[in-house]
């Protein structure tokens, strides 16, 4: 008797579909769990990354922005930098583009003179350069920036949270606001500015209008920098003794770029809750699909008993389910997939960001439900291999 | 004569909590080609016989041969081996699975023997057509007769030509005419050892040998040709 018992790979596999196959309902529903699961880690997975693609962009754009001032009075002013800071810093070679800014002490910006002037909105007033747009990469949300009309007439262009503070959603020829005791034309609004927030909230003038009426005398109190991408660290080193050669330390330098780091790394802590929270989601679903197979263990003893009549041995049995927990998981996982980027692609549209979904994490979540169907079949398959053949036959 | 089957001293209790003796000091020896019935009261043995035979069980004391091959010492594999080469069943309740074609449950027969698919359906079609079946093939049994569907089972049974046919209560399910016939078709096998239980007297007479089990022993046993 050297015959011996055995099963083709493509018998096996026919096998263990045939269950879910006879069971379509059932399966299903079994599969949706994982489904939703792994659609949960991948849409996780996808939309932190599309939301972190586009910090990354733009940490791209904005790494190489850098700002210099100096510290602050007592009472939280701005200390005004040397007249002769800008053009200091322009010279050094790797600089490609500078731009200034001069704080206004005490101008108050208002709708009309009726507002009483306590009502600041915490709207300071700039007296800002015409290359300020192109060195900050800001975008006019609406009108025009500041030109050469303005270095002699009483224009301003809008930071975007202070034109939603006085509440101008729309400009025309009368859009106008009282800034420091004379009404001034709005001629533009800023979009946001996520690398100068203090440009958001702030009325901006020319330094021509600055210096007239409120005797500002072309003092800038912050300069915005461009730098060659690969010299910031060392242009950051001699910024304080150019820009300020007798007081060096009082000089503050930072990376406005910073912000957008500390940004990411928020995003990185709350994507490991979630996906905490998708893997507990997986886990249920396996849960599920061990339930739902040891109940078909139990409903199929008869199917049991009968191909080990026919010559199944133990191991192809416990291959039989194996097979399908595993099968059904991976089904499930394949719809979770697609229902996964489906959702990464509605909200990266919804928030205006760019899909990205990694590779990776298509593949972790097939991996993920693979090893979640084979988990939750390995006790129902071992049950079904150890009912002894005799006893499956009496079932009924 | 080769015997196709032989049982010596075979005893089989079940363990606590039942602890019930189902048979005991059972000798037999089944030639080659006999056809042979197993009468007895409910509770005699005879399921146990049959599953002992069929090495579905193993005695708890005794030796089992079949075609001269101890089975006491074989692995699960080997024991997979000799029913899926060596024996066909046939149950009452004949145990098709609903979701395969006619051809399909008889081909299903063939899978443990490694046998290409479309080898396995040519052994089932032939098989269909020596039970009188050919023209259900691609129907499903829920679609047949109880006495259609134990001939399915039949083919099923015979489709790799078993040396050995074991049956339990093949006609249980079954009118009379429905039962004559199945009884037919197992007498016809020609050279296959064929052991069935029944409680019909008609059914048992149809073999050459009957054998009555009284409380797991062999009381009568008469027509055998030794």
Sequence with gaps: ?396 | MTAALELRGVAKTYPPPTTVTALSDVDLTVTAGETVAVTGASGAGKSTLLSILGTLERPTAGTVRIAGTDTSTMSDPQLSAVRAWHIGFVFQQFFLLDHLTVLDNVATGLVYRGMPATARREHATRALERVGLADRMRHRPAQLSGGERQRVAIARAVAGRPAVLLADEPTGNLDTANGREIVRLLASLGDTTVVLITHNAAVAEAMARRIRLEDGRIVDDSGGAA
């Excluded at chain 1, 690398?195 to 003038?205: G, Y």
């Design chain 1, 1 to 396: 008797m050297s015959l011996r018992s055995r099963l083709r790979a493509a018998d096996a596999v026919s096998i263990g579909t045939a269950g879910i196959r006879a069971r379509r309902t059932r399966s299903i529903l079994s599969a949706l769990g994982i489904a939703i699961a792994i659609a949960a880690l991948v849409a996780v997975q996808g939309v932190a990354e599309s939301s972190k693609r586009q910090l990354l962009d733009e940490l791209g754009r904005q790494g190489n922005l850098l700002t210099v001032a100096t510290g602050q009075t007592f009472d939280g002013r701005p200390t005004p930098l040397p007249l002769t800071a800008q053009a200091m810093i322009a010279r050094i070679p790797p600089v490609l583009a500078t731009t200034a800014v001069g704080n206004i002490d005490g101008a108050t910006v208002r709708r009309t003179d009726r507002i009483p002037p306590q009502n600041t909105n915490g709207i300071i007033v700039l007296a800002a350069q015409p290359s300020l747009p192109a060195t900050l990469s800001a975008r006019m949300l609406r009108g025009s920036y500041l030109g050469a009309v303005a270095e002699q007439y009483p224009e301003t262009v809008l930071g975007y949270s202070a034109a939603r503070s006085l509440g101008i959603d729309r400009l025309d020829a009368q859009t106008q606001v009282f800034i420091a005791g004379r009404y001034f034309t709005v001629i533009g609004v800023l979009d946001r500015v996520d690398v100068a927030p203090e440009i958001d909230t702030a009325a901006l003038v020319s330094f021509g209008v600055a210096d007239r009426w409120f005797g500002l005398g072309g003092v800038p109190t912050r300069i915005y920098l461009r730098v060659h991408p690969d010299r910031v660290a060392a242009v950051a080193a001699v910024l304080g003794p150019t820009a300020y050669p007798e007081n060096p330390r009082n000089v503050q330098v930072q990376r406005p770029s910073d912000l957008i780091v500390a940004r990411l790394q928020a995003k990185n802590a709350f994507v490991g809750l979630f996906l905490a929270l998708g893997a507990i989601a997986l886990l249920i679903a396996g849960v599920g699909i061990a339930n739902i197979m040891v109940i078909s263990v139990l409903e199929r003893r008869a199917e049991i008993g009968l191909r080990r009549a026919l010559g199944a041995r133990r191991r192809d049995v416990a291959a039989q389910f194996l097979l399908e927990s595993a099968l059904l998981a991976v089904v499930g996982g394949l719809a979770g997939l697609g229902l996964g980027c489906l959702a990464t692609l509605v909200a990266a549209r919804l928030a205006g960001n760019p899909t990205a979904i990694p590779p990776k994490t298509l593949l972790a979540g097939l991996a993920a439900a693979l090893l979640v169907g084979t988990l939750a079949g390995l006790y129902p398959a071992a049950r079904a291999a150890r009912l002894p053949p005799a006893d499956a036959l009496r079932t009924l």
